[in-house]
């Protein structure tokens, strides 16, 4: 067997963010996919848990870093995921200058290591870039309804940014870029208090305790499964797509229905609550995936059921550990 210099033929993939939840899922992904995969990350929202199971892989490698900061990285590259990035409103909100720091001076400098690489860059935006939306479903040529300078606006104009350096960089300096736009995504090592509310409500209902809804739960969100979204990712990043791509899964529901359907899927007998809704809290939310189902032949194969069973046995390990 060849060693890793020596198979010229072998693809390199650094993951920015990649010990997160998605990042860490991606990392699996491209090891899968024959890759060798540098994953980059700082830890502030991540685990080194997240990827323990690759540690000891010699087509995996760990570099505990700041991506702010000018990042050097030996040898060549064929693609950057920028996934590094706070992503859940109570991490953002807790570290707001990190954030717009990592969606502005953290993507200029992995764009600027793409162009030093030759490599392909994928951006990681968000759903969040459309605001609380004055259009439904969101299509990717809706500019958005953003307060930017709301609390939530450091994630949103970090990530609107962000995609104006990409586009920057693509028209610039000719580097090839691909954009996603994810849509509220859930599966295993997501962190029990990371305040989003699909590990909050499970939490809540398998210790049974209040599930808390913001406002009156009518604001509607659109869950997709993280292999799903993993899916759409790798097809992404093979395609000749510059444009951003929505990825989610349209099937809606609010966020009062959603606390039902977990205490039904837990057996809880937990009680639903109504607390203040966050400021700027978006009402509506559901992608149009035609431009992913044309372009990448893509939609989603988990519907909510089906993949919300197959995230309980994490998140009851999680409880059982009060992790
Ligand atoms: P996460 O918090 O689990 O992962 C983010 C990772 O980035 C963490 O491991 C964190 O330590 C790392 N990081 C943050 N700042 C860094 C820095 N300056 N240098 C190096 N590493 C840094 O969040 P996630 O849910 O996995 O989200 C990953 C990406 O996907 C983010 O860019 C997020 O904006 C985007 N996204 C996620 C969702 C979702 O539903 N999970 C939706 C839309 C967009
Ligand atoms: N939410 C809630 N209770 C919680 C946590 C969240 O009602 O304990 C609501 C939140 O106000 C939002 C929706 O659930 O309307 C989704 O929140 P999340 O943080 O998961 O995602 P985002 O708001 O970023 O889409």
């Given at each position: ?288 995936i035609s431009r992913a189902r044309e372009?990448l032949g893509w939609e ?24």
């Open positions: 067997m060849s060693t890793l210099n020596e198979d010229q033929n072998m693809k390199r993939v650094l993951i920015t963010g990649g010990a997160g939840f998605l990042g860490s899922h991606l990392c699996d992904r491209y090891i899968k996919e024959g890759y060798e995969v540098i994953c980059m990350d700082n830890l502030i929202t991540g685990d080194s848990d997240n990827i323990a199971h690759l540690v000891g892989n010699d087509r995996f490698s760990f570099v505990n870093y700041d991506v702010t900061n000018y990042i050097h990285v030996s040898g060549d590259l064929d693609l950057i995921l920028h996934f590094a990035s706070p992503a859940s409103p109570i991490d953002y909100l807790e570290m707001p200058i990190q954030t717009l720091k990592v969606g502005s001076l953290g993507t200029h400098k992995a764009l600027g290591l793409a162009k030093a690489k030759n490599a392909r860059f994928l951006l990681a935006s968000t759903s969040e870039v459309y605001g609380d939306p004055l259009t439904h479903p969101q299509k990717e040529n809706y500019w958005g309804n953003v307060n930017p300078i709301g609390h939530r606006g450091v994630y949103d104009e970090a990530k609107r940014f962000a995609e104006a350096m990409t586009m920057a960089y693509h028209r610039y300096h000719g580097i090839e870029t691909r954009i996603v736009r994810i849509f509220n995504t859930y599966g295993s090592r997501m962190r029990l208090h990371d305040g989003r509310a699909l590990p909050t409500f499970m939490r809540q209902a398998l210790t049974g305790n209040s599930i808390t809804v913001y406002g009156d739960g009518s604001q509607t969100r659109s869950f997709i499964y993280v292999d799903d979204l993993v899916e759409g990712i790798w097809r992404l990043s093979q395609s000749e797509f510059v444009e951003p791509v929505n990825l989610g899964n349209p099937q809606e529901i609010s966020i009062l229905e959603f606390a039902k359907e977990i205490i039904d899927l837990t057996n809880s007998n937990s009680e639903i609550v109504f607390e203040e809704l966050p400021k700027d809290d978006p009402q509506i939310r559901q992608p149009d372009v989603p194969k988990y519907d909510r059921k089906e993949g919300l069973s197959k995230t309980l046995d994490y998140f009851k390990k999680k409880v059982l550990a009060n992790d």
